[in-house]
């Protein structure tokens, strides 16, 4: 037989929550979660207040977020709850879990037997509150001038140790101070200092086992930051200047060709981003001349071959009564390059532009200089300071400056 039940029928309910002790000892090894069920027992009593015979009953709990109305957060069915001279115990949360944050109030609600749920629902105390400290857990605190967890100890310097991992100073100059470590401390640490030295500077050391990088705010330079020796590498500096040469001591290159650009110098160089490649080179011009023209063209370029560049060869030698023997004049050639990471190769080449005399470049060498732009860019102008050329001028009768490597009038073809 059923038997219909009403609030006043419920004497007395218990709640308790079963949390394990040790999950608030701090020097613990471990943490153990606490369990995520609540333990509540009550008694059932009929209209005339006598205990409800032994046997088994169906009871539904649910939670609310109202002490009446609205919809069940959660909801678990006891199909067969032992009931014993009036009492009985369930485990919540044994077959449903009780997935609630418990950060605000809930009201349990309570039907028998498929009948109307009990009232007035009952508002959970303190005990079930004790769920929010399950692992994970976060806390939140809207009260600024109140700290959520506040520990000092005046009559020592540290106030907080977890041994092994955790320390935190507390006064002198170990206020402010938080190190922590593993097993192997003080080989392994972290350690931040908020007065190190007494004077209310801060400083940062992490330790490990090939060596300690330490920040240190008072200094300053390189010793702000200290890294252990070796912890950069070449290819981690992505961003610093380069330099590669090419060169060919005490010999002579013979410049021969009178139709395309001879190669006589390669260098090569492979740039970490983007930036300027300045190429240089220089070297002594030799010839051997019997009087008439003896010229050159020189220029830095890319690829092999083709024809002097209006804009970038340079003419040595001369144009016209070339002394008699052997002669030197010292050459140099520059170009600038904007390059995208990657390797690349220049070539020192020449042409010989006249039929009379031999031409050769004595101890060349060729450099190319990496020049990074993420430091920042440079901005500059060309401005002249000469009027226009003269129009009576013939390139053809001019004689190169061999001091200033300069030489008036295009090549002759």
């Not at 009990?118 to 700290?147: F, G, H, K, M």
């Not at 007065?195 to 200094?219: E, H």
């Amino acid at each position: 037989m059923r038997t219909a039940f009403t609030s006043q029928r419920i004497r007395r309910l218990v709640f308790a929550i079963l949390v394990p002790a040790t999950a608030f000892a701090l020097a613990a090894p471990a943490w153990p979660a606490a369990p995520a069920t609540l333990s509540y027992q009550g008694v059932l009593t009929d209209a005339a207040g006598a205990l409800v015979p032994n046997g088994p009953h169906a009871i539904e709990f649910r939670l609310y977020a109202a002490e009446s109305g609205g919809a069940p957060l959660w909801s678990e069915n006891h199909s067969s709850v032992v009931v014993e001279l009036g009492g009985f115990a369930v485990v919540l949360g044994s077959s449903t879990p009780l997935a609630l944050a418990f950060d605000a109030p809930y009201w349990l609600g309570v039907s028998v037997d498929g009948g109307a749920e009990l009232t007035p629902r009952t508002v959970l105390t303190a005990s079930p509150y004790a769920l929010a400290l399950r692992l994970p857990w976060a806390v939140s605190q809207s009260e600024p001038a109140i700290p959520l967890l506040s520990l000092r100890n005046t009559g020592a310097s540290l106030a907080l140790r977890v041994s092994p991992g955790l320390e935190v100073g507390a006064s002198g100059i170990e206020a402010g101070r938080l190190q922590i470590w593993g097993s192997s401390a003080p080989n392994a640490s972290i350690l931040a200092e908020g007065n190190f030295d007494g004077f209310g500077n801060p400083r940062l050391t992490v330790t490990g086992a090939a060596g300690a990088m330490t920040v240190t705010t008072s200094a300053n330079g390189d010793a702000f930051l200290q890294l252990p020796a070796g912890s950069i590498s070449a290819s981690e500096i992505a961003n610093e200047p380069g330099f590669a040469l090419s060169r060919q001591p005490a010999a002579n290159l013979p410049v021969t060709s009178t139709t395309t650009m001879q190669t006589l110098l390669i260098v090569s160089l492979t740039t970490p981003s983007v930036g300027w490649v300045v190429v240089e080179a220089d070297g002594q011009h030799g010839m051997t001349s019997a009087g008439g023209d003896n010229l050159i063209a020189l220029q830095i370029d890319e690829t092999d071959g083709g024809t002097p560049d209006p804009e970038h060869y340079l003419l040595s030698g001369y144009a016209g009564d070339a002394p008699n023997g052997s002669t030197f004049q010292s050459i140099r050639v520059r170009r600038a390059y904007f390059k995208p990471a990657g390797t690349h190769a220049f070539r020192l080449e020449a042409r010989k532009e006249s039929p009379g005399g031999t031409s050769w470049l004595w101890n060349p060498s060729l450099t190319a200089t990496f020049m990074p732009t993420s430091y920042g860019g440079v901005v500059s102008g060309v401005t002249g300071v000469g009027g226009p050329p003269s129009s009576a001028a013939s390139p053809a009768s001019v004689q190169l400056d061999a001091a200033r490597n300069q030489a008036a009038g295009p090549p002759r073809r």
